[in-house]
């Protein structure tokens, strides 16, 4: 029987698929090969620009979701203590991927529980992802947190290469492939303000034009009541913390 995960992938399957190929996860004593060194700072650390606000997941068209995130350098325990939230938020919303610009957040991370069970044993983060060799295109339904309520099919290669680090600060390096390899991609496309609404065909995109449009009014009707602030404050508080925890 197939079955809709109305989460932040949405694919149709008949069972779950062989989501890893061959991926490893490879301890690294310097994080070498990936952007430089990121910094793994005590559990009780925090930096001097620590984001103590409770996230939440912000909507289509809030300007940060177009935001192209700064690989990072630095992972403290205010980093920690969003990131558990992140996963908290995923959960609430019945999602499996997360990105961090879906909470307002410059980082280039993403958090990913892709099983229907909500195990710290299941619970993936993702830093610094760089993906390489796509092949076997294939199209399936998606739909996004940040567009909730918006389902369309998306074409997206069935197998990638993946390079990233993970909490640790070790590396996460193989082939993907299915429903993984197809969260890894949404999720990355996130961090370079990109959203799966772009990679639609035109006919799709005037299809869905209404429900966008209604996303768009409300967006417009919060910031007329400052509940979302002028761009200007937003990239300004944004870069405060990419200067703390980016290159």
């Known amino acids: ?9 949405l694919v149709r399957f008949d069972s779950l698929p062989d989501v ?9 004593n310097a994080c070498v090969n990936m952007h430089d060194v990121v ?15 409770p996230v939440e997941i912000i909507k289509y068209p809030h300007p940060t979701l177009r935001y192209q995130s700064k690989p990072l350098k630095r992972i403290d325990a205010a980093l920690r203590e969003t990131i558990t939230e992140m996963f908290q938020l995923m959960y609430e919303a019945q999602g499996i991927g997360l990105a961090a610009n879906q909470v307002d957040l410059p980082y280039r991370l993403f958090v990913l529980n892709i099983h229907e069970e909500r195990s710290k044993e299941h619970e993936m983060v993702f830093i610094n992802p760089v993906i390489s060799k796509p092949k076997d295109p294939d199209e399936k339904e998606e ?6 309520g918006v389902y369309a099919p998306v074409r997206r290669p069935a197998s990638i290469h993946l390079t990233a680090l993970n909490l640790s600060g070790e ?12 969260a890894i991609q949404h999720e990355t496309d996130h961090l370079d303000g990109i959203l799966f609404i772009d990679r639609l065909a035109d006919l799709v995109q005037k299809q869905l034009q209404d429900e966008l ?7 417009d009707a919060n910031r007329s009541q400052n509940v979302i602030p002028p761009d200007e404050i937003i990239f300004d508080r944004l870069a405060a913390m990419e200067s703390a925890y980016c290159v």
């Not at 890893?20 to 690294?28: L, M, R, S, Y």
């Not at 590396?171 to 197809?182: H, K, P, Q």
């Open 1 to 9: 029987m197939k079955k809709k995960i109305h989460r932040d992938i």
């Open 20 to 28: 890893i190929e061959h991926g490893t996860i490879n301890p690294v």
């Open 39 to 53: 910094k793994i700072i005590a559990p009780t650390q925090v930096t001097a620009f620590a984001r103590y606000d």
């Open 143 to 148: 739909g996004c947190l940040s567009l909730p």
């Open 171 to 182: 590396t996460i390096e193989g082939d993907f492939g299915g429903l993984l390899a197809r």
């Open 213 to 219: 449009d209604q996303f768009q009014k409300t967006h």
